[in-house]
């Protein structure tokens, strides 16, 4: 069973950058594609990036697109989520997912994701 270990998330004023990293144990890693989601309070979790295993395709929902950069490095097991230009309504805790296929397409649905981390707050101020 993999386990996935999300990291750098924190207090941030609107218009700031946070990069999150999310690392995975184990040495499949490269073959799966991974994804980033957030849930804030009273919502449901919702999708924010996908990358697949070869880095080949990225996936945004609109709500990020043109601010957020999904990247993997297959070599430190790591996948990466940079946020720019970020605003409070980015508010949730971030979790990381690894897609349930190995070698399969990029996947974007919850239902997609077999394995979660813990996650990590971000929090944006006004």
């Known amino acids: 069973q993999v386990q996935l270990e999300e990291s750098g998330g924190g207090l941030v004023q609107a218009g700031g950058s946070l990069r999150l990293s999310c690392a995975a144990s184990?040495?499949?890693?490269?073959?799966?594609?991974m994804g980033w989601f957030r849930q804030a309070p009273g919502k449901e979790r919702e999708f924010v990036a996908a990358i697949s295993w070869s880095s080949g395709s990225t996936y945004y929902a609109d709500s990020v697109k043109g601010r957020f950069t999904i990247s993997r490095d297959n070599a430190k097991n790591t996948v990466y989520l940079q946020m720019n230009s970020l605003k409070p309504e980015d508010t949730a805790v971030y979790y990381c997912g690894r897609g349930v296929n190995p070698y399969g397409g990029t996947p974007r649905g919850i239902g997609d994701f077999g394995s979660w981390g813990q996650g990590t707050q971000v929090t944006v101020s006004s």
């Open positions: 184990g040495r499949t890693f490269s073959r799966y594609a």
